[in-house]
């Protein structure tokens, strides 16, 4: 027994250092990853053998120098104390231009330059330059077509979900789903309007907005959210917080979209009846609420659930969609997320799947729950979408008899 309590205390006390040396490790992150962003495709496009003319090198140079300093700087001023939307707009830009500009450089420099030198095209400087120009050339074109798929009005994605529970009742109905529209520095006002329009040719039952409404306050971006009172449902509109809420006076957000006419579901359910059937829809707090420090804020499934028979099938609007795992473990029928923009930009995508079950898209979890993440209306930050297009998405719930097929993809 002494032996057995010695160990383990030598035990712990050999993995503290490991620990704590990870954790000054990852306290470098911010400071070493911006210098990464900037400094490989400097050295890719300008010092890989190129040899270019003196003159093209220093200004080369100087503009990389120029960039990783001043992204940091405008996304201090932009997303700090100051909040000065030219700043923001300028940081996030420069942000989403360097990650699409290092992957790039990474793949093309080390793909391409393999497949010429194993084609034999070009030797030395030839070669160097040939991976320069595709390096930006593919960055110019990506930049371009992403910041067009970032603006303008998503796509509506259309599919059938089966759920086992759904009385026949209430099969064919529609619920619309919007989420991380993220109201921000640049004004989208108009294209708030064109995004209700939109919803408002579906002729949804329930219209959902699955949180992260904007980045900045409610009084700062009530012009933006405005758009969102003429958005109609046949039945009632549905809101939840999502994470930014909490970096932006949740409360605040709240209050104006019950202003707006929709219906918070704070750990709070209402009843959707047809047909003598009766669906449960519910909705939690983001679960970065309680650490906000927000009073009465946080994700609290059982209080969404308080009071609702256990028989009834459970519709959840939950953020994020690692609440699945909550969600699976009461038995929800269906959850319905954003968070994850479907990677917003190519390959981000990896590393959301860190972090989340799911990145887009319909997944089953557990015995019964059906997990649809959806890839977001708007965007955040850098104003590009590269292989992630938004969506507006519709769900027509079926119930088991419905001669529709289940799922579509």
């Not at 495709?41 to 003319?53: A, H, M, R």
């Given at each position: 027994m002494t032996d057995t309590s010695e160990t383990r205390t030598a035990d712990g006390e050999a993995r503290a250092p490991r620990q704590s040396r990870l954790h000054r490790l990852l306290r470098y992150i911010p400071m070493v990853a911006p210098v990464l962003l900037w400094a490989v495709?400097?050295?890719?496009?300008?010092?890989?053998?190129?040899?270019?003319?003196?003159p093209v090198t220093l200004a080369g140079t100087a503009v990389f120098v120029l960039g990783l300093v001043g992204m940091p700087l405008a996304m201090t001023r932009g997303h700090g104390?100051?909040?000065?939307?030219?700043?923001?707009?300028?940081?996030?830009?420069?942000?989403?231009?360097?990650?699409?500009?290092?992957?790039?450089?990474?793949?093309?420099?080390?793909?391409?330059?393999?497949?010429?030198?194993?084609?034999?095209?070009?030797?030395?400087?030839?070669?160097?330059?040939?991976?320069?120009?595709?390096?930006?050339?593919?960055?110019?074109?990506?930049?371009?077509?992403?910041?067009?798929?970032?603006?303008?009005?998503?796509?509506?994605?259309?599919?059938?979900?089966?759920?086992?529970?759904?009385?026949?009742?209430?099969?064919?109905?529609?619920?619309?789903?919007?989420?991380?529209?993220?109201?921000?520095?640049?004004?989208?006002?108009?294209?708030?309007?064109?995004?209700?329009?939109?919803?408002?040719?579906?002729?949804?039952?329930?219209?959902?907005?699955?949180?992260?409404?904007?980045?900045?306050?409610?009084?700062?971006?009530?012009?933006?959210?405005?758009?969102l009172a003429t958005v109609r449902a046949g039945r009632a509109r549905v809101y939840v917080t999502g994470n930014h809420e909490y970096y932006s006076e949740a409360q605040g957000w709240v209050d104006l979209m019950d202003e707006l006419g929709w219906k918070p579901l704070r750990n709070s359910h209402l009843l959707l009846e047809r047909g003598g059937d009766t669906l449960v829809v519910a909705g939690v707090d983001d679960v970065t609420a309680e650490s906000s420090g927000l009073e009465g804020h946080r994700a609290h499934l059982e209080g969404a659930l308080d009071g609702a028979d256990p028989e009834l099938p459970v519709l959840l609007l939950a953020h994020q969609p690692k609440f699945v795992d909550r969600a699976a473990a009461h038995g929800i029928d269906l959850q319905l997320s954003g968070h994850t923009h479907g990677g917003q930009i190519w390959p981000f995508h990896f590393l959301v799947r860190i972090d989340q079950p799911a990145l887009a898209g319909l997944s089953h979890h557990g015995t019964r729950t059906l997990l649809y993440t959806s890839r977001g209306t708007g965007f955040w930050g850098p104003p590009f979408r590269v292989f992630a297009p938004s969506e507006i998405t519709l769900l027509v719930l079926r119930a088991p008899q419905s001669p529709t097929s289940p799922t579509s993809p």
């Open positions: 495709p400097c050295w890719v496009l300008l010092y890989g053998g190129q040899d270019w003319p003196l104390r100051r909040q000065q939307d030219w700043a923001a707009i300028t940081g996030d830009t420069l942000l989403g231009s360097s990650w699409v500009l290092f992957t790039w450089s990474v793949l093309l420099g080390v793909f391409l330059r393999l497949a010429l030198t194993v084609a034999g095209v070009g030797q030395g400087q030839d070669r160097a330059r040939i991976v320069t120009w595709a390096v930006l050339g593919v960055t110019a074109v990506l930049l371009v077509w992403g910041y067009v798929e970032a603006r303008r009005v998503p796509r509506v994605r259309r599919l059938d979900v089966q759920l086992p529970r759904l009385g026949a009742g209430l099969d064919g109905t529609r619920v619309a789903l919007i989420t991380d529209t993220h109201y921000g520095p640049l004004d989208r006002a108009r294209w708030s309007a064109r995004v209700c329009e939109t919803v408002n040719t579906l002729e949804a039952d329930v219209v959902c907005h699955a949180g992260d409404i904007a980045d900045g306050t409610a009084e700062r971006r009530r012009a933006q959210a405005s758009p």
